[in-house]
Nanobody
Framework: QVQLVESGGGLVQAGNSLRLSCVVS????????VAWFRQAPGKEREFVGN????????SYADSVKGRFTISRDNTKKTAHLQMSSLNPDDSAVYYC?????????????????WGQGTQVTVSS
């Protein structure tokens, strides 16, 4: 079956960095676009960024642009979210998701498969 497993979350001080990973199995990873979303307590899930199936294009939410970078390694069926200059507003559960769709990639309804999430907590 399809599995997405995130890792790398944790507690970090403001200004520091974290790198999240998402390992995917059960599908042809290289054909799928990958996105990262996050959800803080009491808030709706929000788009963080995405990377196209071939790794040639990325897109980010304004709130993380210039601080977060998404990459992927299709040979390892893995995607990464490198987060720097973290602040308390970045605290959330981070999810990776994949889709074959090529439109509206900032919309969570476009994503069929999701990971279980990894908690990121940024202390001030």
């Amino acid at each position: 079956q399809v599995q997405l497993v995130e890792s790398g979350g944790g507690l970090v001080q403001a200004g520091n960095s974290l790198r999240l990973s998402c390992v995917v199995s059960g599908l042809s990873f290289s054909a799928y676009n990958v996105a990262w979303f996050r959800q803080a307590p009491g808030k709706e899930r929000e788009f963080v960024g995405n990377i196209r199936w071939n790794g040639n294009s990325t897109s980010y939410a304004d709130s993380v642009k210039g601080r977060f970078t998404i990459s992927r390694d299709n040979t390892k069926k893995t995607a990464h979210l490198q987060m720097s200059s973290l602040n308390p507003d970045d605290s959330a559960v981070y999810y990776c998701a994949v889709t074959l769709t090529n439109t509206e990639l900032d919309s969570d309804i476009r994503y069929k498969y999701w990971g279980q999430g990894t908690q990121v907590t940024v202390s001030s």
